[in-house]
């Protein structure tokens, strides 16, 4: 088991906080999250599963919840990106 926290943006209320929920659970491995929902600013996503997650397979499912980024998006293709197929660090 493993345990991961991303800052994501765009979420404003509880609502985002069940969409974001349902789409990272239903990837393969997730066995829990959790979102200490700050509206309108940076909220903290936990999310436990079996193996690491890749920060693609996270973005991904922001987007299909709605309108949601890693806080770090600007940086996935910067110095400090983790590189294809890799987790970005956990918080």
Same mark, same amino acid.
């Given at each position: 088991m493993t345990s991961a926290t991303y800052e994501v943006t765009g979420m404003t209320c509880g609502h985002c906080s069940r969409a974001v929920t349902s789409e990272l659970a239903s990837l393969a491995g997730v066995t829990a999250v959790t979102v200490e929902l700050v509206p309108g600013g940076v909220s903290a996503v936990t999310v436990t599963s079996d193996s690491?997650?890749?920060? @693609?397979?996270?973005?991904?499912?922001?987007? @299909?919840?709605?309108?949601?980024?890693?806080?770090?998006?600007?940086?996935?293709?910067g110095p400090h990106a983790a590189p294809p197929g890799r987790t970005l660090p956990v918080l």
């Open positions: 690491p997650l890749t920060a @693609e397979a996270v973005a991904s499912a922001l987007d @299909e919840a709605g309108d949601y980024r890693l806080a770090a998006a600007a940086d996935l293709d």
